[in-house]
């Protein structure tokens, strides 16, 4: 199991914990921002143009499904809190994937003498 595996599968542990408020932490958000970026830095994918797309619309368009969930009575409210919390890592990983692909083209390939 490769270690951005573990990353991702850290990250949605933490996220549906953070959803639990028997567990509330003022940390979370820090938590899976920081799981988040270290999970797209890490990434294999981050190469994959269609890859970095999927992350990329994930990362814009969770938020807006975990709003309609909350429609769902009795659990609507919990399956919005965790994927709130999910879409707070993806997002992570979003910034750390552009910014990866940012220093990609900036920085040249570094050439073996």
């Not at 830095?41 to 619309?57: H, K, N, P």
């Not at 309609?68 to 750390?96: F, Y």
Request: charged share 10%; net charge neutral.
């Amino acid at each position: 199991m490769s270690t951005s595996r573990i990353l991702t599968i850290l990250l949605v542990v933490a996220a549906i914990l953070a959803s639990i408020p028997a567990i509330s932490m003022q940390y979370w958000h820090l938590i899976l921002v920081v799981l988040g970026l270290v999970a797209g830095a890490m990434s294999e994918d981050a190469g994959q143009v269609t890859q970095r797309m999927v992350i990329y619309l994930v990362a814009l368009a969770l938020p807006e499904i975990a709003k309609s969930m909350g429609a769902i009575p009795e659990i609507g409210d919990h399956i919005t809190r965790a994927l709130t919390h999910l879409a707070l890592g993806i997002q992570g990983m979003a910034v750390a994937i552009f910014m990866m692909a940012l220093w990609g083209r900036i920085m040249p390939p570094a050439r073996p003498y």
